[in-house]
């Protein structure tokens, strides 16, 4: 602004000198000038030369003294029958920026659409073959959706698999419900095509009392396995299976917030369980981020589900679990943790980014 001032100045000065009125100087004098004041001073003396406003051969030295950067300029360099070029980069750079927005606002669309479609719409049967010939159908983390009107779509994929049992591995309803009709009703057709065996997560953990135990009693009218921190021993095509369902402590998934949670060790585990069963067990706990701890208790095969894959995935990686955590080691797939295998579901409920909802089908 005071470069901005003595321009000013030095220019009445000079057009006055030349016998120009003060009243003839442009009244938007100030107005033109002014947006140009951060260039260079050659810039400026370029754009008022241009606006009209430099009619002076001197006008540099008035200005500047001996010339910009040292060097004179001459008045054949800006004489009126060769007038410099002038130009502009606002409108270069005004251009560019609204075109990086309408970039960033495509790619924004794009995602938008694909979380919508993979949160509501998308739905995969995921087969993985480890072995053998007892299969198992996973589902886990329902939430509040649904896969067809009442599930019927769901029903229908499954019955289609003809499992052996079905695994349901917590959250079939979200912590916010308290109409379980509709949870009640999917267990029951899952009980006309196999055995059903289920665990609570953390949404029916935090259940108000009285839900809680609603939930219970309305599990158990369908015939469903319920399983909380005990076992059942079953057979199947002639094989002795242990089935065994662990509830750690709800402090393990939220406390002051998701900070100093509690975690899972291998005599947690035997303090509600006990020791491993003598024969093939399979236990089914909901939260995967405890898997060492499943193994070093001495699970066959642990069957989880909770991180939903990690929201989005990127490369094959989940991002985020419900903790807030960024990148949490188990997401989806089969993992070997020590001599057990942890199999986790990504789930069917909650919002989801290049990671459609999913059952899976077990042959073991």
Same mark, same amino acid.
């Given at each position: 602004?005071?470069?901005?001032?003595?321009?000013?100045?030095?220019?009445?000065?000079?057009?006055?000198?030349?016998?120009?009125?003060?009243?003839?100087?442009?009244?938007?004098?100030?107005?033109?000038?002014?947006?140009?004041?951060?260039?260079?001073?050659?810039?400026?003396?370029?754009?008022?030369?241009?606006?009209?406003?430099?009619?002076?051969?001197?006008?540099?030295?008035?200005?500047?003294?001996?010339?910009?950067?040292?060097?004179?300029?001459?008045?054949?360099?800006?004489?009126?029958?060769?007038?410099?070029?002038?130009?502009?980069?606002?409108?270069?750079?005004?251009?560019?920026?609204?075109?990086?927005?309408?970039?960033?606002?495509?790619?924004?669309?794009?995602?938008?659409?694909?979380?919508?479609?993979?949160?509501?719409?998308?739905?995969?049967?995921?087969?993985?073959?480890?072995?053998?010939?007892?299969?198992?159908?996973?589902?886990?983390?329902?939430?509040?959706?649904?896969?067809?009107?009442?599930?019927?779509?769901?029903?229908?994929?499954?019955?289609?698999?003809?499992?052996?049992?079905?695994?349901?591995?917590?959250?079939?309803?979200?912590?916010?419900?308290?109409?379980?009709?509709?949870?009640?009703?999917?267990?029951?057709?899952?009980?006309?095509?196999?055995?059903?065996?289920?665990?609570?997560?953390?949404?029916?953990?935090?259940?108000?009392?009285?839900?809680?135990?609603?939930?219970?009693?309305?599990?158990?009218?369908?015939?469903?396995?319920?399983?909380?921190?005990?076992?059942?021993?079953?057979?199947? @095509?002639?094989?002795?299976?242990?089935?065994?369902?662990?509830?750690?402590?709800?402090?393990?998934?939220?406390?002051?917030?998701?900070?100093?949670?509690?975690?899972?060790?291998?005599?947690?585990?035997?303090?509600?369980?006990?020791?491993?069963?003598?024969?093939?067990?399979?236990?089914?706990?909901? @939260?995967?981020?405890?898997?060492?701890?499943?193994?070093?208790?001495?699970?066959?095969?642990?069957?989880?589900?909770?991180?939903?894959?990690?929201?989005?995935?990127?490369?094959?990686?989940?991002?985020?679990?419900?903790?807030?955590?960024?990148?949490?080691?188990?997401?989806?797939?089969?993992?070997?943790?020590?001599?057990?295998?942890?199999?986790?579901?990504?789930?069917?409920?909650?919002?989801?980014?290049?990671?459609?909802?999913?059952?899976?089908?077990?042959?073991?």
């Amino acid at each position: 602004m005071i470069l901005y001032g003595v321009l000013q100045r030095l220019l009445r000065e000079t057009l006055l000198k030349k016998g120009s009125p003060s009243n003839s100087l442009p009244k938007t004098f100030a107005l033109n000038f002014q947006p140009d004041i951060s260039l260079s001073k050659n810039y400026l003396l370029l754009i008022m030369h241009n606006k009209g406003i430099y009619q002076a051969e001197n006008l540099e030295q008035k200005v500047f003294g001996k010339g910009v950067r040292g060097k004179n300029l001459s008045s054949e360099r800006f004489a009126p029958d060769k007038p410099p070029q002038s130009f502009s980069i606002r409108p270069t750079v005004r251009c560019g920026m609204i075109f990086i927005l309408l970039i960033v606002l495509i790619i924004l669309i794009v995602l938008a659409v694909i979380t919508v479609i993979d949160s509501l719409y998308s739905f995969k049967v995921r087969h993985e073959d480890l072995g053998g010939e007892l299969k198992i159908v996973q589902i886990s983390d329902l939430h509040k959706r649904h896969i067809g009107d009442e599930n019927c779509r769901l029903v229908d994929m499954i019955r289609e698999e003809n499992p052996d049992i079905i695994f349901v591995t917590g959250d079939l309803v979200t912590r916010d419900c308290y109409d379980f009709t509709e949870a009640e009703r999917l267990l029951k057709k899952l009980n006309e095509i196999a055995h059903v065996y289920l665990i609570f997560g953390n949404h029916e953990q935090s259940l108000p009392a009285e839900y809680h135990e609603e939930l219970i009693q309305r599990v158990k009218k369908t015939n469903t396995y319920y399983l909380d921190n005990n076992t059942s021993k079953i057979v199947v @095509n002639d094989k002795e299976l242990f089935i065994c369902g662990f509830t750690p402590k709800y402090t393990t998934y939220r406390k002051d917030g998701y900070r100093n949670l509690d975690t899972v060790n291998k005599q947690d585990i035997i303090n509600v369980l006990g020791d491993k069963p003598d024969g093939r067990t399979l236990l089914l706990a909901h @939260n995967p981020l405890f898997a060492e701890a499943y193994s070093q208790w001495g699970a066959d095969m642990t069957f989880s589900g909770h991180v939903h894959g990690g929201a989005v995935r990127i490369f094959g990686k989940g991002v985020l679990s419900p903790e807030r955590k960024f990148f949490p080691k188990y997401t989806k797939g089969v993992y070997t943790v020590g001599n057990m295998k942890l199999l986790v579901t990504s789930g069917i409920g909650k919002l989801r980014l290049f990671n459609p909802a999913e059952m899976v089908v077990y042959k073991i």
